[in-house]
């Protein structure tokens, strides 16, 4: 149980929807939903009854929700009282990465901040963005590296532009090009990530009213790699993705700036520990602000 799941069990409680308690949470639906059945499940009996009148506490939700009142109102007193509190020696830290971060970043992250707190553990969880910053939502997690989120009740910092590319293969027509064109998107067979992995690049397709050519939707870089190696379409990736894979693929900047910005979320109920952690990281990495 997580104090995020008690704020979302309340949310609903008070309004006594769950659709309208996700809107004001900036939550989907299903997240609210899943929220309370772990809840549900984790206890042993039902919270909630849903009839035609909306949704109603069960008699062993209004003593459950007497409770939680009172930890969410103990909860904020701490982290009022821990504010003040230096010197952390032990703990640990969830936090939610992607494959590119996990590669590029997390060694030297890991290694300095077991230097400045070698009592405090720190535990990765791989997944896409959405996936990511619904955990961190829901207390899963402590923080996550993500790109922008977008209308989420979760804090963002910004860390780092990550240049987007067209990658293309040597015997693509396209790589004799220095730059390409946005147009030229659209001309092409697109090889694209499956959805939660391509944020970035559907922003780019919106801000540029792109309609590309799209042919296949691939959830593993390695893959897509080998299809644009293969010359069968071209595809678009972040350069942190490319840093350690060339081989026979090209890359090819865009005529226009094209970038994600790379940054670290997590709830406004961030422990110290976890404060530590986005500090150190911010340390390390932040060029942007």
């Not at 309370?36 to 499940?41: F, R």
């Not at 595809?235 to 490319?242: E, K, N």
Request: hydrophobic letters at 40%.
């Amino acid at each position: 149980m997580t104090i995020q799941r008690y704020e979302i069990f309340n949310k609903v409680v008070a309004i006594e929807n769950i659709t309208k308690a996700g809107e004001e949470l900036k939550l989907t639906q299903s997240t609210v939903s899943h929220a309370i059945k772990s809840l549900e499940d984790e206890l042993g009996f039902r919270l909630l009854v849903r009839n035609r009148s909306g949704i109603n506490l069960t008699r062993e939700g209004e003593k459950f929700y007497e409770y939680t009142r009172k930890i969410i109102n103990m909860n904020n007193i701490l982290f009022e009282e821990a504010a003040a509190l230096v010197g952390m020696e032990t703990g640990c830290i969830k936090v939610g990465t992607f494959s590119s971060v996990t590669t590029n970043w997390m060694p030297t992250i890991f290694k300095a901040f077991k230097q400045s707190y070698p009592g405090i553990s720190i535990e990765f969880v791989e997944d896409d963005f959405d996936g990511l910053e619904d955990r961190v939502i829901a207390g899963e997690l402590d923080c996550c590296f993500t790109t922008k989120p977008a209308n989420k009740n979760i804090e963002f910092i910004s860390l780092k532009k990550d240049p987007l590319y067209c990658i293309v293969s040597k015997a693509s027509p396209l790589h004799k090009q220095k730059k390409i064109k946005m147009s030229q998107l659209e001309e092409y067979p697109l090889i694209q990530p499956e959805v939660g992995w391509d944020n970035e690049i559907h922003e780019l397709f919106q801000r540029h009213h792109i309609e590309p050519n799209m042919k296949y939707k691939i959830s593993d870089d390695h893959s897509i790699f080998a299809l644009v190696e293969a010359n069968i379409g071209i595809s678009i990736r972040p350069g942190l993705v490319l840093k350690h894979y060339w081989h026979q693929i090209i890359p090819l900047e865009f005529e226009k700036e094209a970038y994600r910005i790379i940054g670290i979320a997590h709830t406004d109920q961030a422990s110290p520990a976890t404060k530590s952690f986005i500090n150190k990281v911010i340390d390390l990495y932040q060029n942007v602000e």
